[in-house]
């Protein structure tokens, strides 16, 4: 959740400052037989204690355990991971990165059996707990969204084995849109909030189901986590479905205090670091990003900017990177990425507030925004609409069509949508957002009705709006 101290038999032993990230502690062994694990979580904020979530979030924070805990009793030299890299499709050729829990250096023999076929045994050469090989897949069979084929690797040495599952493909731009496997593919589909009325982010893995086989049954192909590191089960669910991803570490909003302040910055990229850990084997993630809507036009943002850049390649050489920005005219860090993402709803925050259909916005505004970053020089890079949409109270009909109508959204998620779809030099978009979900827990909220940002096309409980009818006619039609 937010924030958490974890302490075994009475000592302090880990505190959790990285909310929705994942947290792995090592217990020391003792001679007890019961050993007594107390977590403490606190929801209140704190920028000095928890410099990476804040108050004025658009959606609402919760405290507490909301992922799964496990407990692994591990031999001495335990491996952590096997991080697996595609390095080519066609012959199924992979290269093995191994990490084990201790910096040891030594030879070892290890057992690998892929797809369930023992292969032959594999030497390492361990330096300080980290080895590399490479192997080919018996059967390979690529991944992709239309056929999103997996693998699975066991590897084994001494007393200890991990299994890991994998895709076989790669993720680049081709003709300024996202390739995977140097296919083009536009991507269609929705920002996501982890949240629901009765189980706030803690959702039930039948629940996760329910989500994407609605964005299925829309036509999308494409989900951007928003705004923080997502449920590994999510994730699981999106490599067996065909889903593509775009992962991004937290962040919303933040100005120039945090940007300039070496604990956040630090935090920024530490979390960066544990998002990439966790999902680097999944097929699905093929964007990362970071900072959602910072101030990314002001001098000061640079540093941490670049810093997260440097930090994903360093990691990741194999996916995009970019982040969603708020200011496409300004912004002063896009030459950081690959693909270019902006947030932006015209004709919901008008501005020509006197315009009687304010939707009649939309095409010339990304128009605008296309044209300003070709004279930049960014015309090249893959355009995202990482965020766009209207705000509609389920069950509201009217007449009019006014704000906050299902009509409105219906007529504008059209022209969006229908404008996407036909113009090549729109990439992809993620409609802002799948489903409505309580927002500020503060005053704040009197700029939300329900305190719910209400711009899903479902509600919170995946009741369709009208809306739904309308991006499900054209995203299938494409």
Not at 229 to 234: L, N, S, T, W
């Amino acid at each position: 959740g937010m924030w958490a101290r974890v302490y075994v038999d009475g000592e302090l032993l880990a505190e959790s400052r990285q909310p929705y990230s994942q947290l792995e502690i090592t217990v020391p062994a003792a001679a007890a037989a019961t050993r007594d694990i107390v977590v403490v979580s606190d929801n209140r904020f704190n920028r000095q204690r928890l410099p990476l979530l804040e108050q004025f979030f658009d959606f609402y924070a919760y405290g507490g355990i909301f992922r799964s805990v496990y407990w692994h009793e591990l031999p001495a030299r335990a491996l952590d991971r096997v991080q697996l890299t595609t390095l080519d499709v066609a012959s199924g050729r992979v290269r093995a990165d191994v990490r084990f829990r201790e910096a040891f250096t030594s030879k070892r023999t290890a057992s690998l059996t892929v797809d369930g076929k023992l292969l032959p045994p594999v030497k390492l050469t361990v330096r300080k707990g980290q080895a590399d090989f490479e192997f080919t897949v018996p059967e390979p069979a690529p991944w992709s969204p239309a056929s999103p084929a997996l693998h699975t690797c066991e590897l084994g040495v001494g007393d200890d084995a991990v299994t890991e599952r994998f895709g076989l493909r790669t993720v680049g731009v081709a003709d300024g849109v996202v390739a995977i496997n140097g296919e083009p593919v536009k991507l269609l589909g929705y920002c996501r909030h982890e949240a629901h009325p009765q189980f706030g982010p803690a959702l039930p893995l039948d629940q996760l189901v329910q989500d994407l086989h609605l964005l299925r049954d829309l036509g999308c192909n494409f989900v951007r986590g928003s705004h923080y590191p997502q449920d590994p089960r999510f994730l699981d669910l999106c490599d067996e479905l065909g889903f593509v991803v775009f992962e991004e570490s937290m962040g919303w909003g933040q100005q120039v205090e945090h940007f300039v302040d070496p604990v956040f910055q630090d935090l920024q990229v530490a979390q960066t670091e544990t998002m990439v850990r966790k999902s680097y084997n999944h097929p699905c993630v093929a964007l990362w990003g970071f900072l959602n809507e910072g101030a990314s036009h002001k001098p000061e943002s640079r540093a941490i900017y670049e810093r997260l850049a440097t930090t994903l390649r360093a990691l990741d050489s194999t996916r995009l990177v970019t982040y969603a920005s708020m200011h496409p005219l300004d912004d002063l860090n896009l030459d950081l990425v690959d693909v270019v993402s902006i947030n932006c709803y015209p004709g919901w925050y008008a501005q020509d507030k006197e315009l009687v259909a304010p939707s009649s916005e939309i095409v010339p505004r990304l128009d605008a925004i296309r044209a300003s970053l070709a004279a930049r020089g960014f015309g090249g890079k893959p355009f995202l609409v990482s965020e766009i949409g209207a705000g509609a109270i389920y069950g509201w009909r009217d007449p009019l069509h006014a704000h906050w109508s299902e009509e409105y959204q219906q007529e504008y998620l059209r022209v969006v949508c229908e404008e996407v779809v036909k113009n090549p030099a729109i990439a992809g978009v993620a409609l802002w957002q799948f489903c409505d979900g309580r927002t500020y827990a503060s005053a704040r909220a009197l700029m939300r009705p329900r305190a719910f940002n209400n711009k899903g096309t479902l509600d919170e409980y995946r009741r369709p709006k009208l809306a739904y009818g309308t991006v499900r006619s054209i995203f299938r039609k494409e």
